[in-house]
């Protein structure tokens, strides 16, 4: 591929709901770039940016993937990005290193969830944005009714720039809202002007009117005209969208059919047209050696300096990491230096990347998207940089997995490859988490959602060839006392020789302390028991706070006191003290009025006006507590609530239900509490049978 420079880059998102044509998109692009001889599709899994098994088994991206489109002079980054929540962190990697957006929307569907979704990740971005309507070859496809939706939603600020016109059920051609000109497609696959249709002049009007307020907004002197009745030149409309797609303040709306690739080179001139190249965008950093701001803003005149905001961890293809280039111009054999690891990466080999096929570039300059093979210690959301001029830019706001489960291995001997396939996984997804609870004696996988964890357990499956069970998990309770008990035990074993002899006489009690597992006291007076031997009796303690007598589970909140006991000259030991100690313990435990606590966590869930009532029904069911419900952002609300752990158990499958994918929950850590009667007894049931 050649080299670009900065001002020929347009780095474009593709962001909008699961299936409303985003991979389809960047197939017809691709066709009318001349990239391919034929349009794959989603449906026969041969598109260029699904190329993953799971993707092509589910017929959903689960991966975002850079496509770069050479349009003319120019060339597009565009990056995919997956629709469906379970796979947010993808979506939110790809934003970090867009300079603009395009939101696409089915124009048979209308706004769907991730279309609000795309909507606040650009708002948070502050990224410009279009809308692109797909299907309009379908007869139940309503341009005018998306348009009207998203004026509601967001206002003045909508654009329409096109209207569809149908003949004989047939998408033939479009209006051109700024020109108020017809165009009709030709077998050629140019465009025919003729004049606008009688029938499509209403909509005009309408779609006119949204469009010169939109501009209006833009200025003080534009919104003045506008109110005296002035009209606005071509020129002048084009000069003031320019500048308001560039800052926000207008979004576009543009309409096709990926199917029929029809619509494709409006969207490509309008992206060159309105999108901004990369030195018109600003970016900055950290120089870590003098601590004041470096200015970035893709100046290829400045020191070296690119972002890692992802990476390919692929058995196949091998490690690669894909980088924006945010001052400078990167050559081969460079060698770069990461901050964050106090470590230098040579490069070697520089690329650009197509889905999954790499190409060699000979440079790479400010702003542009490529990719670095097998650099030894870089990951995801890494700075590099020279060591002249070490800079750090600010790591990406990745979204925090809430939805675990316990899993295993299904062969034994699998544990160390599947721990190694598992290492590539989290390189690539930061939305994956994997922890030992060893208190629990399970280890965890965290994703965004259930489906995000069964996707992961079949690519362990398809790429690494070992199989996982993915299991509930088990909660962590603990367990305490409510009261204090005396009690005592003597250890005595005699086999020839040597005996073993140790004898404790213990209290336990409820220490007021839950974040601690016990307090150990001593008041022996006498020497009953000598100083030596406490060592041993605290070690028995601690044994024993690891795996509670009551169903197995770590102990909390206990105060032992050892005061009194015995001991033999010749026969006491160490190990006999602990071995006595840990009897009195259980005893002593069980005499205390022992009890089960269970984790609560502090939940935050986030829904539409219209589904309160639902989710705060079945949060009751699941023995939370409502602490409150207050209005946020774009009508949805937010409701606090206690709950415990067990019942968050399959939560993300329910809410996703109640709410039709609309609502997001998060929670945290809060407290112990006791246990309800039949929880507790559940649980202890289930110990005793385990043993």
């Not at 074993?493 to 009690?509: A, D, F, L, M, R």
Request: hydrophobic share 35%.
């Amino acid at each position: 591929m050649n080299v670009f420079t900065t001002d020929k880059v347009r780095n474009v998102v593709l962001l909008g709901h699961g299936g409303s044509g985003k991979t389809s998109l960047v197939e017809a692009l691709c066709f009318l770039a001349g990239m391919t001889k034929r349009m794959g599709n989603v449906e026969n899994g041969n598109t260029i940016s699904d190329y993953e098994k799971e993707e092509i088994r589910r017929k959903i991206s689960i991966k975002s993937s850079v496509i770069p489109v050479v349009w003319g002079e120019n060339k597009v980054n565009i990056l995919d990005t997956p629709g469906f929540h379970d796979f947010v962190g993808e979506a939110e990697e790809a934003v970090a290193v867009a300079d603009a957006a395009i939101i696409v929307v089915s124009g048979k569907n209308g706004l769907e969830n991730g279309t609000k979704r795309a909507w606040e990740l650009c708002e948070k971005m502050k990224l410009p944005r279009m809308v692109f309507v797909t299907e309009m070859d379908d007869d139940k496809a309503s341009f005018r009714q998306v348009v009207q939706d998203l004026q509601e939603l967001y206002g003045k600020r909508i654009a329409p720039f096109h209207l569809p016109i149908r003949e004989n059920g047939q998408f033939v051609g479009y209006v051109n809202v700024i020109q108020q000109k017809a165009k009709r497609w030709n077998d050629a696959g140019t465009v025919d002007k003729f004049d606008v249709p009688d029938y499509s002049y209403e909509n005009l009007n309408i779609c006119r009117e949204a469009l010169l307020e939109a501009v209006a907004e833009t200025s003080e002197e534009y919104m003045e005209r506008f109110f005296e009745g002035d009209t606005f030149s071509d020129d002048e409309i084009r000069q003031a969208l320019r500048v308001g797609v560039c800052d926000g303040s207008v979004v576009p709306v543009l309409m096709g059919s990926n199917t029929l690739a029809r619509g494709m080179y409006t969207l490509m001139a309008d992206i060159i047209k309105y999108f901004p190249s990369p030195d018109r965008c600003r970016c900055a950093g950290i120089n870590t050696s003098t601590n004041e701001v470096f200015e970035a803003d893709y100046n290829f005149a400045k020191p070296k300096s690119a972002y890692i905001f992802k990476t390919i961890a692929d058995p196949y293809i091998g490690k690669y990491s894909l980088i924006k280039v945010n001052s400078g111009v990167l050559k081969t054999d460079d060698i770069l230096y990461n901050y964050h690891r106090d470590a230098d990466e040579k490069l070697g080999k520089i690329y650009t990347i197509c889905g999954n096929k790499v190409e060699e570039v000979k440079e790479l300059h400010a702003g542009d998207i490529g990719a670095l093979a097998k650099l030894s210690v870089s990951l995801t959301t890494d700075s590099l940089s020279t060591r002249k001029n070490p800079v750090t830019f600010i790591r990406t706001s990745i979204s925090k997995p809430y939805v675990y489960r316990q899993y295993k291995a299904k062969k034994k001997g699998d544990e160390d490859k599947i721990s190694q396939a598992l290492a590539k996984l989290l390189m690539e997804d930061p939305t994956l988490k994997n922890v030992n609870d060893s208190e629990n004696g399970q280890t965890l996988l965290y994703g965004i959602s259930a489906q995000h964890l069964e996707v992961v357990q079949n690519i362990l499956m398809d790429k690494y060839k070992v199989e996982i069970d993915l299991m509930r998990p088990r909660i962590a309770f603990k367990e305490t006392v409510r009261k204090k008990a005396d009690t005592e035990y003597k250890y005595k074993k005699q086999s020839g020789g040597h005996g073993q002899y140790g004898h404790v006489k213990i209290t336990i009690e409820p220490s007021g302390e839950l974040e601690t597992p016990y307090i150990f006291e001593q008041t022996v007076v006498g020497g009953a028991v000598p100083k030596n031997f406490f060592p041993a009796v605290e070690k028995g303690i601690a044994e024993s706070v690891k795996k509670g007598p009551l169903a197995a589970y770590p102990v909390i909140g206990v105060k032992v006191v050892l005061y009194d006991g015995s001991y033999h000259t010749v026969d006491s030991s160490e190990l006999a003290f602990k071995v006595a100690t840990e009897q009195a313990f259980k005893q002593g435990f069980m005499d205390a009025s022992p009890v089960l606590l269970e984790p609560i966590a502090s939940l935050r869930v986030v829904v539409p006006d219209q589904y309160t009532g639902d989710v705060m029904g079945d949060l009751n069911k699941r023995r939370a507590r409502v602490l409150g419900m207050n209005p946020t952002e774009n009508g949805n609300h937010e409701i606090m609530a206690d709950i415990p752990y067990l019942e968050l158990y399959e939560y993300d499958t329910r809410l996703y239900s109640m709410t039709r994918g609309s609502g997001i929950f998060s929670y945290e850590f809060a407290r112990y509490e006791e246990a309800p009667q039949e929880v507790a007894s559940r649980e202890i049931s289930e110990a005793a049978a385990a043993q």
